[in-house]
């Protein structure tokens, strides 16, 4: 089964959300940053890796947070949420994203979101009331 991650970085109560470069399936829509786990890595190697990648910055991983299944045309797979702590927004090279923005709960489930991380959504919810 194929393993996603998302990097859930959360601060005064808004979520940093990138918008993907157009193309592809997601081309265009919102998501949480992440990626695909990749041959032998742990997650939080693959978040480091994936952040260092598409925005240039080293990020520390923290807690896991939930996971939830999807169907994606290569079949079922699995999506995994950590908390992740960024040094600074300011000066990100984006190469997967055409924007980055803060965004509450509520602002992201009006965003054309990617379908795999809305699932993450009432997790998410819950998780705030104790995120600190």
Known sequence: MNQSLAGIIYEHGQFLVGKRIPGGDM??????????LDGDEKPEETLVREFSEEMG????????ITSVPFSHHNGQAQLSAY???IPQTDSL???EHT???WRT???IENLEFVDSDRLL??????WVKHAR
């Open 27 to 36: 081309g265009g829509r919102w998501e949480f940053p992440g990626g695909k």
């Open 83 to 85: 908390r992740v702590f």
């Open 105 to 107: 709960l509520d602002e």
């Open 57 to 64: 910055v080293t990020v520390r991983v923290g807690e896991f």
């Open 99 to 101: 924007d980055i923005a």
């Open 93 to 95: 090279t984006l190469t």
């Open 121 to 126: 959504l009432p997790a998410l919810r819950e």
